[in-house]
């Protein structure tokens, strides 16, 4: 069994971002006073008395609304509602009971799921918590008054929370899960192929350029191992970024970027690499992380003999600083070739956590300079002592030499190149790090 997860259900604005991130510890969620800004299920791992738990923030529910974008986010609530274990059913204290409030606390009474019922925005404690008597009405139980704001009341809602636990499994604690961030720009497939491997409508998917304003996590299993896909708003020219919100968005974009293992860089097959697609794989690949690349909509694309080698040898002209990534070619639509993922993501991941022996790197390094002798310059010669790697994701090597400036990058590609072909090293960068090395230094 996995850690037990936690859904944050409640009307818009009544601050569940501004709960969810006290408790994450982070500024995880949007926060900001627009009804629906929080639009997808948003995950975080936190932990009370030292268990562990999954928090998920979730749109504000309008029961009524016919309105495209609530009504999925009333969709991505009750998918919420369903995959968890425990309930916080989040009200406003200032604003009473509503008719809104009324039908959430019937739906979720439907669920069957424990319910904790908190009163937030209690900000003048002593005086405001008088008035969460009213929400006994709702006939959930004891109202919890909070402010998130004041981090006012919290520890009582944890030990609420803590006591619906289900029994702790050994498995939680389990850490081989592997971080995939699905990156690229608007609407070129990300989360469709994400809602196509969990197969459930986990974020909502629409033409609407800008629809996934937040980086949203989702556990998933399957044969192949444990992983966490994180789906990022679409990342667009700055030019075109003008709402404050998606601001946010493209900051939490590259955040996920950080965050994760493997960057799948998905690229629309109709419309080739753009300068955005660059600029979104160059951050992956500054920020050291294992990188696919992910050509879809493939089934549109039309195709004669050789057009799949042609695509690829154009792909690594456009994004030449890629050319370690492999590259695969899908449709998040009708799942083609999605399958294959997984392998490849486990490779890449395993490649940019390897570590090299220092005696088998300057046996590679050896060899490499008896084949190409290292660069002169004005009479004086790049003398390489000896390499050692300094760190993993991505693989991190030392080399020391007698004079950097002699070390020309040209030079420094060749040893990574031999690096690769002795070590593979398929879907990471490498990285190396010249340092100087005195002659008397040397034994």
């Not at 259900?9 to 949007?30: D, E, H, M, Q, W």
């Not at 609530?77 to 995959?83: T, Y």
């Not at 799948?264 to 160059?282: C, E, F, H, P």
């Not at 040209?410 to 593979?424: P, T």
Request: hydrophobic share 35%.
């Amino acid at each position: 069994m996995s850690k037990p997860i936690v859904a944050i259900i409640g009307k818009p604005n009544v601050g569940k971002s501004t709960f969810f991130n006290y408790l994450a510890g982070s500024r995880i969620s949007i926060v900001q006073d627009t009804p629906g800004v929080t639009r997808d299920r948003i995950y975080a791992e936190t932990n009370w008395r030292g268990r562990k738990f999954t928090l998920v923030d979730t749109g504000g529910i309008e029961p009524d609304s016919d309105d495209i974008i609530l009504s999925q986010m009333r969709e991505q609530a009750n998918l919420a509602v369903g995959m968890a274990d425990v309930i916080i059913f989040l009200t406003d204290i200032r604003q009473g009971v509503t008719a809104a409030d009324r039908e959430i606390s019937l739906m979720l009474k439907k669920s069957g799921k424990p319910i904790v019922l908190v009163c937030n925005k209690a900000d003048n404690y002593e005086k405001d918590s008088q008035e969460a008597y009213e929400f006994y009405n709702l006939g959930i139980g004891e109202p919890y008054p909070i402010s998130a704001t004041n981090a006012l009341g919290i520890g009582d809602v944890l030990d609420a929370i803590y006591e619906h636990f289900p029994e702790k499994d050994e498995s939680e604690d389990e850490e081989d899960i592997i971080k995939v961030a699905v990156i690229g720009k608007p609407n070129v497939g990300k989360s469709s192929l994400i809602n196509k491997i969990l197969g459930e409508k986990r974020t909502i998917v629409s033409n609407i350029a800008g629809t996934t304003r937040d980086a949203i996590d989702s556990p998933f299993e399957n044969e192949h191992g444990k992983y966490i896909l994180i789906d990022t708003a679409g990342i667009r020219k700055k030019s075109k970024v003008n709402e404050s919100i998606e601001k946010y968005s493209v900051m939490r974009s590259l955040l996920a970027v950080e965050r994760a293992d493997v960057c799948l860089m998905m690229i629309d097959a109709n419309d080739g690499v753009t300068d955005q697609d660059a600029k979104i794989a160059g951050e992956a690949h500054e920020a050291g992380k294992g990188i696919i690349i992910v050509v879809n909509k493939w089934d549109e694309y039309e195709k004669t003999t050789g057009t799949l080698e042609k695509y690829k040898k154009d792909i690594y002209e456009k994004l030449a600083y890629l050319s370690y990534a492999p590259i695969i070619f899908i449709s998040a639509k009708t799942g083609q070739r999605v399958d294959k993922l997984f392998e490849m993501i486990n490779n890449v991941a395993k490649q940019n956590s390897l570590r090299v022996s220092t005696s088998v790197l300057n046996q590679v390094i050896n060899e490499a300079i008896a084949i190409v002798q290292p660069p002169t310059d004005k009479g004086k010669r790049l003398k390489i002592y000896y390499g050692t790697q300094a760190s993993t994701k991505p693989p991190t090597f030392i080399i020391f030499v007698n004079n950097k400036e002699l070390f020309h990058f040209s030079y420094q590609r060749y040893l990574v190149n031999q690096i690769r072909k002795e070590f593979g090293l398929e879907g990471t960068p490498v990285r190396l790090i010249a340092r100087e090395k005195n002659e008397k230094d040397v034994q």
